[in-house]
């Protein structure tokens, strides 16, 4: 009887090639951006190879010179494939195969795997099948003879790993499930989401790049016990946990997936749905890595995402996390603290926090209180007592400053949502 392999075994040795045009993009951090990624799916980097071009080669993304060179370290190093750090068009992927004899992928295709070994929740699964269908779809003509490798990047895994025996029609066919499938769901979170607006509740969205501490952050202010590693993308499906702020009031934070630089639209468009719980968010909190040297690009990165995604007008927290950090590096470098102190120019708030040891929460805590305070009303009102259980309503849905029984009914003053000022003023 044959042995069944375990995929996750064989260890794939992977060369990583990049290409530095003249647009003022810094391929050296991204190839080393694109290594975490590769690690992060199971592979080895061997070697890298970056060439300077004006263009990317419409044909074979590298140049015949910089082919012969990967050849080479293909002997030299035993690599098994190839990654391309910007996504590769059908023919170039075909005719690099070709070339070099070896299995190709891109960036998108590594993010795609890992997002598929990543995805536990149903719409999770969903939305990584749909952006691995959309990114198949364009490429199967004339790629018969390599569908199966195209069944995955890194090992063959994940929602959407199944081989390709099948034609455009059905690959389409199943694209149009799917939709179907994700608008059921998107129906089901407008729902929830109608209902938090009933109830004058809150909302935070924790949005950053990938590995900044999103996790990290929502575990320690909820307790929310999610997965939170040193890892790119370590969680994908979103988690909404409520927190009670220092004066009582409450607020729902919803941690949503990393963005990273060239994310594909492919994965943009198919967790729409997921990263509207931000365009629906009365608030942004923003967490950035500070201790990260490509701080200031990753910040860059989210916001354009967020304005493609067009959330925009929000009133935007940036939360300079892992500050215990920076000092560290502050302290090997022999600088003053002062040297490296972070700043964000187009927050509405900022704050420096760990979310690792807890410095600086109480001062987040402190803010948020401060925006819901804004947006709210201040109420001085007596009421009589046969109308009490309003006090129960202010109690639940705004901040009860104070509360006083008198003889001619209950003494209160208080900050209440704007749209229920009317009814409790009556």
């Known amino acids: 009887m044959a042995e069944l392999i375990d995929l996750k075994e064989i260890e794939e040795r992977v060369i990583l090639a990049a290409v530095a045009t003249q647009d003022g993009t810094d391929a050296a951090a991204s190839l080393d951006e694109l290594e975490d990624l590769a690690r992060t799916a199971g592979a080895v980097c061997v070697a890298k190879v970056i060439q300077n071009r004006?263009?990317?080669?419409?044909?074979?993304?590298?140049?015949?010179?910089?082919?012969?060179e990967v050849k080479e370290l293909v002997w030299e190093t035993g690599a098994t494939g190839l990654i391309c750090d910007d996504e590769l068009s059908p023919a170039q992927l075909r005719n690099l195969?070709?070339?070099?004899?070896?299995?190709?992928?891109?960036?998108?295709?590594v993010i795609l795997d890992i997002f598929a070994s990543r995805a536990?929740?149903?719409?999770?699964?969903i939305q990584v099948e749909l952006a691995q269908l959309r990114y198949r779809a364009v490429r199967l003509v004339g790629m018969r003879a390599s569908l199966s490798r195209l069944g995955g990047g890194i090992g063959t895994r994940g929602p959407g790993e199944k081989k390709l025996e099948v034609d455009r029609r059905l690959i389409h066919q199943r694209i149009g499930q799917l939709k179907g499938e994700l608008e059921d769901v998107k129906r089901h979170r407008e729902v929830t989401r109608q209902q938090r607006e009933k109830n004058h509740v809150v909302t935070a969205a924790i949005v950053g790049y990938t590995n900044a501490g999103k996790s990290t952050l929502l575990n320690r202010l909820t307790g929310a016990g999610i997965l939170a590693e040193d890892k790119l993308f370590a969680t994908l499906d979103p988690t909404t946990r409520s927190y009670t702020l220092p004066d009582g009031q409450q607020i729902l934070l919803t941690d949503t997936v990393g963005f990273i630089r060239k994310l594909p639209h492919h994965l943009i468009e198919a967790f729409r749905s997921t990263l509207e719980e931000a365009r629906y968010s009365d608030i942004i909190l923003q967490v950035v890595d500070c201790a990260n040297p490509q701080m200031d690009l990753q910040m860059h990165v989210v916001r354009e995402t967020l304005r493609e995604l067009q959330i925009v007008d929000k009133t935007v927290v940036?939360?300079?996390?892992?500050?215990?950090?920076?000092?560290?590096?502050?302290?090997?470098?022999?600088?003053?603290e002062?040297?490296?102190?972070?700043?964000?120019?187009?927050?509405?708030?900022?704050?420096?926090?760990?979310?690792?040891?807890?410095e600086g929460l109480e001062e987040l805590g402190q803010i948020l209180e401060q925006i819901i305070r804004s947006s709210r009303?201040?109420?001085?009102?007596?009421?009589?007592?046969?109308?009490?259980?309003?006090?129960?309503?202010?109690?639940?849905y705004g901040q009860l400053l104070k509360e006083e029984y008198l003889e001619e009914g209950i003494a209160v003053e208080a900050y209440v949502p704007a749209e229920l000022f009317g009814e409790l003023i009556r």
């Open 377 to 396: 009303v201040f109420l001085k009102k007596t009421y009589p007592y046969a109308q009490a259980g309003r006090i129960q309503a202010i109690r639940k």
């Open 338 to 358: 002062s040297a490296m102190v972070p700043r964000d120019f187009d927050a509405d708030y900022q704050v420096k926090i760990s979310a690792k040891t807890g």
């Open 54 to 68: 004006e263009s990317v080669h419409p044909g074979t993304y590298l140049g015949k010179g910089k082919i012969e």
């Open 97 to 109: 195969e070709e070339a070099l004899e070896l299995k190709v992928m891109d960036r998108t295709m």
């Open 318 to 336: 940036t939360v300079f996390n892992k500050i215990d950090r920076l000092r560290e590096i502050a302290e090997e470098q022999g600088l003053p």
């Open 120 to 125: 536990h929740t149903r719409e999770g699964k």
